[in-house]
């Protein structure tokens, strides 16, 4: 099955790190951005990070300085660190990618989300 599979989610305090990795399932990554997507309680979606297959990046600028985003393109994955972490970044992540199907081709797909709660 054609999947993004993501981990990591958790419970931290303020000022703690988590580590959100998502994997292609099935699949390899067949579009140039993967990204990090949150939806906080009561809020919209909202784009978090992203990573080309080159290895540009741009950051939400609530997260910049904070979170890290990296691809590794062989093992079809996508990693966010989390530093820093504040009670507003409390959200379910989702990750998101093109993935490949054969007769098809490209499909962007969404992962089911890890919950992120940061809270003392």
């Known amino acids: 099955q054609v999947q993004l599979v993501e981990s990591g989610g958790g419970l931290a305090q303020p000022g703690g790190s988590l580590r959100l990795s998502c994997a292609a399932s099935g699949s390899i990554f067949s579009g140039n951005a993967t990204g990090w997507y949150r939806r906080a309680p009561r809020g919209q979606r909202e784009l978090v990070a992203r990573v080309t297959s080159g290895g540009s990046t741009n950051y939400a600028d609530s997260v910049k300085g904070r979170f890290t985003i990296s691809r590794d393109n062989a093992r079809n994955r996508v990693d966010l660190q989390m530093n820093s972490l504040k009670p507003e970044d409390t959200a379910v992540y989702y990750c998101?990618?093109?993935?490949?199907?054969?007769?098809?081709?490209?499909?962007?797909?969404w992962g089911k989300g890890t919950l992120v709660t940061v809270s003392s």
């Open positions: 998101n990618a093109d993935l490949y199907v054969p007769g098809v081709g490209g499909i962007n797909y």
